[in-house]
């Protein structure tokens, strides 16, 4: 609740904190990392088995969500979307194991992958219309509203962090509060009761915050994930749209 912990510090260029975001975050990579592998693993052309059938199921459904949000011209963006996606499924469900704490519960984590998503957009931009064409694409389509087009390119990227940020921590913050108060109940209940192994078991909190972990942590980080995805491929999508487009 009061932000990631600093584990320890690397004494070298003035130190560099590895936190528990850190950490996750590489175990994350980690896991990924196997996953892929174990998954990648004795494929076939003319004897696929059921897991390469599975996977090649996987693989279609991202082909066709990014064709159809992002165009077929942008499905070399499919990787970066992929490995996005699963990195905020790790990085949430690693939360769930009360020993690490969720890497997207830390704003740094979704503001450094929506700046990546800026920078994209950015670079789009600037490919397809020239620095100076870019530029005077924020003045359009009158100059007057040009700080409000500035605003609103700079708005993009924080409401897409803060609201992965938020729904995760929020529901960590939550969790939390009510898993403490479901211990202070089972003290105040249980201490009128004369045998101490009985009242010496927190029974109200057996359950409930299982419960609300499988909602905080799993529902609403498969839904955050795709949300912070979707949003990723249409501001990304719109940056480099189709060679006629740019023609006209």
């Not at 990924?32 to 059921?50: A, C, E, G, Q, Y």
């Not at 690693?94 to 984590?109: F, V």
């Not at 920078?119 to 789009?124: D, E, I, K, N, T």
């Not at 004369?194 to 359950?207: A, C, D, E, S, V």
């Given at each position: 609740m009061n932000g990631p912990k600093i584990l320890w510090t690397i004494p070298i260029l003035g130190g560099?904190?590895?936190?528990?975001?850190?950490?996750?975050?590489?175990?994350?990579?980690?896991?990924?990392?196997?996953?892929?592998?174990?998954?990648?693993?004795?494929?076939?052309?003319?004897?696929?088995?059921?897991?390469?059938?599975?996977?090649?199921?996987?693989?279609?459904?991202?082909?066709?969500?990014?064709?159809?949000?992002?165009?077929?011209?942008?499905?070399?963006?499919?990787?970066?979307?992929?490995?996005?996606?699963?990195?905020?499924?790790?990085?949430?469900?690693?939360?769930?194991?009360?020993?690490?704490?969720?890497?997207?519960?830390?704003?740094?984590?979704?503001?450094a992958w929506a700046l990546a998503t800026l920078a994209l957009s950015w670079f789009g931009g600037i490919k397809n219309k020239g620095f100076f064409g870019w530029l005077k694409s924020f003045t359009e389509p009158i100059a007057f509203i040009t700080p409000i087009n500035i605003v609103s390119e700079i708005a993009n990227p924080i409401s897409m962090s803060f609201r992965h940020f938020g729904n995760i921590a929020g529901g960590l913050v939550l969790t939390s509060l009510i898993y403490s108060a479901l211990a202070t109940l089972s003290a105040f209940l249980l201490q009128w009761i004369p045998l101490k192994l009985i009242n010496t078991i927190p029974i109200f909190q057996l359950g409930i915050p299982a419960f609300l972990s499988i909602y905080f942590d799993l529902f609403s980080g498969f839904v955050q994930a795709l949300v912070f995805t979707m949003l990723t491929m249409v501001y990304v999508g719109g940056a480099f749209p189709p060679k006629d487009e740019l023609l006209q």
């Amino acid at each position: 609740m009061n932000g990631p912990k600093i584990l320890w510090t690397i004494p070298i260029l003035g130190g560099i904190k590895i936190t528990q975001t850190t950490l996750t975050s590489w175990i994350a990579t980690g896991l990924i990392m196997v996953v892929v592998w174990l998954l990648t693993r004795n494929l076939s052309v003319d004897h696929p088995n059921k897991k390469q059938v599975i996977l090649e199921k996987l693989v279609g459904m991202l082909d066709n969500m990014v064709e159809s949000t992002m165009g077929k011209h942008n499905m070399r963006f499919a990787p970066y979307i992929c490995a996005l996606f699963l990195s905020s499924i790790f990085g949430t469900l690693l939360g769930m194991t009360n020993i690490l704490r969720s890497s997207t519960a830390d704003l740094s984590t979704t503001a450094a992958w929506a700046l990546a998503t800026l920078a994209l957009s950015w670079f789009g931009g600037i490919k397809n219309k020239g620095f100076f064409g870019w530029l005077k694409s924020f003045t359009e389509p009158i100059a007057f509203i040009t700080p409000i087009n500035i605003v609103s390119e700079i708005a993009n990227p924080i409401s897409m962090s803060f609201r992965h940020f938020g729904n995760i921590a929020g529901g960590l913050v939550l969790t939390s509060l009510i898993y403490s108060a479901l211990a202070t109940l089972s003290a105040f209940l249980l201490q009128w009761i004369p045998l101490k192994l009985i009242n010496t078991i927190p029974i109200f909190q057996l359950g409930i915050p299982a419960f609300l972990s499988i909602y905080f942590d799993l529902f609403s980080g498969f839904v955050q994930a795709l949300v912070f995805t979707m949003l990723t491929m249409v501001y990304v999508g719109g940056a480099f749209p189709p060679k006629d487009e740019l023609l006209q």
